[in-house]
């Protein structure tokens, strides 16, 4: 069963930590998105990756990192200089090389931060 | 910068058609493209069109692009409480691989 995976769900963490969100693909793509959903707006790119080994900052990069190791994985670290990271966080996936870059998107993560 | 704007909210009944709308200020976008995100989940592609058409149907989706005034809309002909949803437009940024700008989002509803 091909798709993206997100774990976990849920997440809640103490102001003042860093925490890694979890990003899978098994769909063989070459690009990898983490995109940051808050209430009644649209998406907003943090990171994205074309190619093993290389990323690049997107429109809200301030207090995040990312890696990308291996191709199937796209780990996004929410650090704590990040100064509002409560929000709905989507992982997303395409073939990367040409348009139309159809993006496909993981079930995503909720994470919490009081 | 590209601004994307759509209307918050649209109710419609069931059987009827539903028309969601997007603005956009960028006309070199090469790629538009509609998601469906359904509540507490992540979004789905639905349909895309490239800049050089006018309309694209797919089934019960018909995608109008109007560059001259830079309006994209989407059409669900025989609306269904299953289309209860947030639909999202999107751009594709230049060539830049894959960097998609996002619109806030329509929520329909559809009442029985």
């Known amino acids: 069963d091909g798709g993206i995976t997100q774990s976990p769900k849920y997440l809640f963490r103490k102001e003042g930590q860093n925490v890694t969100l979890s990003c899978e693909q098994n769909?063989?793509?070459?690009?990898m998105y983490w995109y940051r959903q808050d209430p009644g707006q649209g998406l907003r790119l943090i990171y994205y990756?074309?190619?093993?080994?290389?990323?690049q900052k997107g429109d809200i990069a301030e207090g995040y990192s990312v890696s990308r190791e291996k191709k199937e994985s796209f780990p996004l670290t929410v650090t704590s200089a990040q100064k509002n990271p409560t929000a709905f966080y989507l992982c997303a996936s395409s073939t990367g090389q040409l348009p139309p870059y159809e993006q496909y998107f993981g079930p995503g993560t909720r994470l919490t931060v009081t | 910068g590209e601004d994307v704007e759509q209307s918050l909210f649209l109710s419609v009944r069931e059987g009827d058609s539903s028309v969601i709308n997007c603005t956009y200020t960028d006309s070199s976008s090469t790629y538009l493209y509609w998601y469906k995100q359904e509540p507490g989940a992540g979004l789905q592609l639905l349909t895309y069109?490239?800049?050089?058409?006018d309309m694209k149907q797919d089934q019960r989706l018909t995608v109008l692009l109007n560059k001259k005034d830079k309006h994209l809309s989407l059409r669900i002909a025989d609306t269904q409480t299953g289309d209860s949803a947030i639909y999202f437009c999107?751009?594709?940024?230049?060539?830049?691989?894959?960097?998609?700008?996002f619109g806030q989002g329509t929520e329909l509803s559809v009442k029985p």
């Open positions: 999107a751009l594709l940024q230049g060539n830049q691989g894959g960097k998609l700008i």
């Open positions: 769909l063989n793509h070459d690009a």
């Open positions: 990756s074309q190619i093993v080994n290389d990323f």
């Open positions: 069109i490239f800049s050089n058409m």
